[in-house]
């Protein structure tokens, strides 16, 4: 089984970047696909990106240019870096992981970390 700890986020200024990382922890890291999701107050939980194991990354289309996932395998951890920042990307950010189906997908994700707040202001 996998555990999934989201850490990096915070305030940041619009126009702004973070980074936000996802510590993994299983032998099996590498087998899963790694995704990112948010959720903001009242709204329900939406896809970002994700990561294969084989390496191919894919994007929302609302943050395509701005956002880029990575994942180190050596070290258990995956990355969203997120740059170009705006108040509608305030939302707590969840990273979860899949081992198979299709990345956009909810339900294809069987395990999920706590989140992390990020918070962006005018």
């Known amino acids: 089984q996998v555990q999934l700890v989201e850490s990096g986020g915070g305030l940041v200024q619009a126009g702004g970047s973070l980074r936000l990382s996802c510590a993994a922890s299983g032998r099996t890291f590498s087998d899963y696909t790694m995704g990112w999701f948010r959720q903001a107050p009242g709204k329900e939980r939406e896809y970002v990106a994700s990561i294969r194991w084989s390496g191919g990354t894919y994007y929302a289309d609302f943050v395509k240019g701005r956002f880029a996932v990575s994942r180190d395998n050596a070290k258990n951890t995956v990355y969203l870096q997120m740059s170009s920042l705006k108040p509608e990307d305030t939302a707590v950010y969840y990273c979860?992981?899949?081992?198979?189906?299709?990345?956009?997908?909810?339900?294809?994700?069987?395990?999920w970390g706590q989140g992390t707040q990020l918070t962006v202001s005018s």
């Open positions: 979860a992981a899949a081992f198979r189906g299709t990345d956009w997908q909810l339900g294809a994700y069987e395990y």
